[in-house]
Each structure stands twice: as structure tokens, then as C-alpha cells.
């Protein structure tokens, strides 16, 4: 098993900026893949970016490229990503989530965290 646990979200306005955080715990967070997703109120959950095993390889949805950043640091545990020049509809529920391979679908994940809520302000 792979507990994650997301941290900060929170209120900001447009062009603004934030820095989520997900801390793992139980299994070694270096033989997992790490992503994030984003679920708006009464839309499916989507993809916004993923990080392989060692940092190597990222990818984002076209709708943060450019925008946002993920990366991870493995000694920590700690997977972020750093969010820039944000605007209204990036408004979500954030979750991190684990995988075993790269992939980028939901339900390739196995363990996700609660999530941390973003709301952007016009």
C-alpha cells in the first residue's frame, strides 16, 4: 500500500501562483510513477501532469503546458507541482496518484491521495 497526502491548495487569484505538494508513505516511492489530476464540480477527473520513477520524463495536458511544472524529489518522497499564471477554470479538486507504469489514464493509478482543493478567483 501507498498512502499519499496532498497539501497546498487554497485561494488565489487569477495570474497567481501555487505549489502542491504530496508526501508518500509505505512502499518505495522511487518505483512509482507519480501524476496529478484535477476533478472540477459535476466534470470528470483529468489528467494535468505525470513524473517518471526518477524525474526524467514529464508530461502534461495540454491545457497546463507551459504553466505548470511537476517534479519530485525522491529522498523526501515529496512529489509537486508548481502552478503559474493560473486562471479560473484550473478551479478544482488536485489529487496526486501513484502508478507502476507511465502511463497517463486514471485508472492506470492505484493509490491516490485525498486531494486539495485550488480555487482561482477572476
Known amino acids: 500500500q501507498v498512502q499519499l497526502v496532498e497539501s497546498g491548495g487554497g485561494l488565489v487569484q487569477a495570474g497567481g501562483s501555487l505549489r502542491l505538494s504530496c508526501v508518500a508513505s509505505?512502499?518505495?516511492?522511487?518505483?512509482?510513477?507519480m501524476g496529478w489530476f484535477r476533478q472540477a464540480p459535476g466534470k470528470e477527473r483529468e489528467f494535468v501532469a505525470r513524473?517518471?520513477?526518477?524525474?526524467?520524463?514529464?508530461y502534461y495536458a495540454d491545457s497546463v503546458k507551459g504553466r505548470f511544472t511537476i517534479s519530485r524529489d525522491n529522498a523526501k518522497n515529496t512529489v509537486y507541482l508548481q502552478m503559474n499564471s493560473l486562471k479560473p477554470e484550473d478551479t478544482a479538486v488536485y489529487y496526486c496518484?501513484?502508478?507502476?507504469?507511465?502511463?497517463?489514464?486514471?485508472?492506470?493509478?492505484?493509490?491516490w491521495g485525498q486531494g486539495t482543493q485550488v480555487t482561482v478567483s477572476s
Open positions: 496518484a501513484a502508478s507502476l507504469v507511465l502511463r497517463s489514464k486514471a485508472y492506470e493509478y492505484d493509490y
Open positions: 513524473i517518471s520513477w526518477n524525474g526524467g520524463s514529464t
Open positions: 509505505g512502499r518505495t516511492f522511487s518505483n512509482y510513477v
